[in-house]
């Protein structure tokens, strides 16, 4: 983990303990070591930084490509080990680049809507984790941030178990098929705490 990231972590970490009633549950369920696919609802343009304040690994994400045109954003996103996806497409770069970091054995984020639910509840997934998770033998964890970022309100995050691909990958199930297993450790999670 970068000097930077971990700086980073730690000042979301103060940010949110001090405008939030913040819970964390499953840390556990993030394995230490090897290829993790971490996969959350998407609520709010904070999800990003709320997801991995709180754990120890550092968590790359794939960013919009448009914020890496932003003046600050565009050298501090790759320091942060964010990389650019286009939305709306397919954007091979970006799965190339995906599967590469997953192949070295780092955790990636992904939110897999692809886009903020604008009512709370959890849409449909994009076939792109499903290939992520199908192409590497990576862990998949779903986590699911329940709550609003109003100052001072409670807000959960909750790492759930990896789901289980094996099965499916032995099956050469389709990215779709694996996107909706995914989307359903999700909901589980969801259905659970809300």
Known sequence: MSKLYSFGQFLCRVFFRMFFRVRVIGKENIPEHGSVLLCSNHIHELDPPFVGAFIKRQTRYMAKAELFEKPILKSLLPKLGAFPIRRGMSDRQALRTGLK?????????????????KTGTLGKGLAGVGFFALRS????????????????SKITIVYGSPVDMETLREQ?????????KIMEGIQGILNEYV
Do not use: H
Not at 172 to 180: K, L, M, N, Y
């Open 101 to 117: 970091l997953l192949s070295e054995e780092q955790m990636i984020g992904v939110f897999p809507e692809g886009t903020r639910s």
């Open 137 to 152: 033998n990576a862990q998949v964890v779903p986590c699911a941030i329940i709550g609003n970022y109003k100052l001072f």
């Open 172 to 180: 050469r199930a389709t990215a779709e098929e694996a996107t909706d």
